[in-house]
């Protein structure tokens, strides 16, 4: 007998923690965890694709091959379908929320937003991979979910989660207290409570951010990156950097080493890449339970007016000194972006 501890025993001995617990929470929770590990084994074959056949063919089967991102944006779906918990899906994958209004999920009070493959470009050269997911209480109180229920505040999130299919698969999630790791053991195809209470480092060394932008970054991230490069020995400088390109594993990374990921406006995204439904605020709750810091350069992005579904933000997320830093550089250097994000928060 050993003293490994799965995702599902780990969420029924935390049931109680969960606001209006009544097992709901736990089952949606462990809906996401089943669908993950359906996803990681197409993941791990996705070297396989020569043999295997390209997305848009047929397989050896028969059957059509499709891209990794949609195989696993019909997965999640189809667990959240199937659960009975989950009465709305946001999805990057799907231009319009994907309403759930069939028998099983009739009493249904939860709404997922899920990115379900992020950084899906990584794919073809075997780099990680993500899936990012938030959980709210639907605001609606009775008939179909509408759009309006997942058009809410990151500070009402009641769950959020990633899990990275890396060098191996883990699952980290958040109930609000606090963060915790499961690391996927492929032998027994279950995942192991590996990593406790994960605690963002107050400061690191590392920077993560797409410097092949650099010209067109706002001149307040501009005088922060030659911060980041100067020499002190007092603070550690010049720092590491570090960018992968899929956003789970960059923060990932930076949560157990300490550091800084930062995806600023450019001219090309004037308003910022990143989506902050899906992307940016369950990172943003998971960083800021494990003890981090999560921005626009000026705002907590848990605070951020939502008002559609695809909206995007720039975002500093990391280490908490290090994205203090990185604020004040904006506050001094782009102060004028202030305004143009709060434009579109109005
Ligand atoms: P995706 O959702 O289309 O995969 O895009 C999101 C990804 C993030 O994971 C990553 O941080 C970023 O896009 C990388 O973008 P870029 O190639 O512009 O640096
Ligand atoms: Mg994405």
Do not use: W
């Not at 089952?27 to 990681?40: E, Q, S, T």
């Not at 501009?222 to 992968?244: F, H, M, V």
């Not at 439904?277 to 951020?304: H, S, W």
């Amino acid at each position: 007998m050993t003293n490994v501890m799965t995702l599902g025993q780990f969420i029924i001995e935390r049931q109680a923690e969960f606001p209006y617990a009544k097992g709901e929470l736990s089952r949606l929770l462990r809906d996401i965890g089943i669908a993950a590990k359906i996803v990681n084994r197409e993941v791990n074959k996705a070297g396989l694709v020569d043999i295997l056949g390209e997305a848009g063919t047929m397989n050896v089967q028969g059957e059509a091959v499709k891209k990794l991102d949609v195989y696993a944006n019909e997965q999640f779906i189809s667990a959240l379908k199937s659960g009975g918990e989950c009465c709305l899906i946001a999805s990057e994958e799907n231009e319009d929320v994907i309403q759930i209004d069939g028998e099983v999920s009739r009493n249904a009070r939860y709404v997922v937003a899920i990115d379900p493959l992020d950084g899906s470009s990584n794919i073809d050269v075997n780099v990680a991979v993500g899936t990012i997911f938030s959980i709210y209480r639907r605001k609606t109180e009775s008939g179909p979910c509408t759009k309006i229920d997942v058009l809410q505040k990151g500070t009402e999130q009641v769950a959020a989660g990633y899990i990275i299919y890396g060098s191996s698969t883990m699952l980290v999630y958040t109930t609000g207290h606090g963060v915790n790791g499961f690391t996927l053991d492929p032998s027994i195809g279950e995942f192991c409570f590996s990593h406790p209470n994960m605690v963002f480092p107050k400061t690191g060394k590392m920077y993560s951010l797409n410097e092949g932008n650099y010209v067109h970054f706002p001149e307040g991230v501009k005088k922060y990156l030659k911060y980041c490069q100067a020499e002190d020995k007092e603070t550690n400088r010049p720092y590491t950097s570090r960018y992968i390109g899929s956003m789970v594993a960059d923060i990932h990374r930076n949560m157990i080493k300490g550091g800084i990921f930062i995806y600023p406006t450019t001219a090309s995204s004037p308003k910022g890449k990143l989506r902050l439904v899906y992307e940016c605020n369950p990172l943003a709750f998971i960083v800021e339970q494990a003890g981090g810091r999560a921005t626009n350069g000026f705002k907590r992005i848990m605070d951020l007016q939502v008002n559609e579904v695809h909206q995007r933000t720039p975002i500093f997320i990391g280490s908490e000194e290090m994205v203090k830093k990185a604020e004040e550089f904006m506050k001094e250097f782009s102060p004028e972006l202030k305004e143009v994000l709060e434009a579109v928060e109005a």
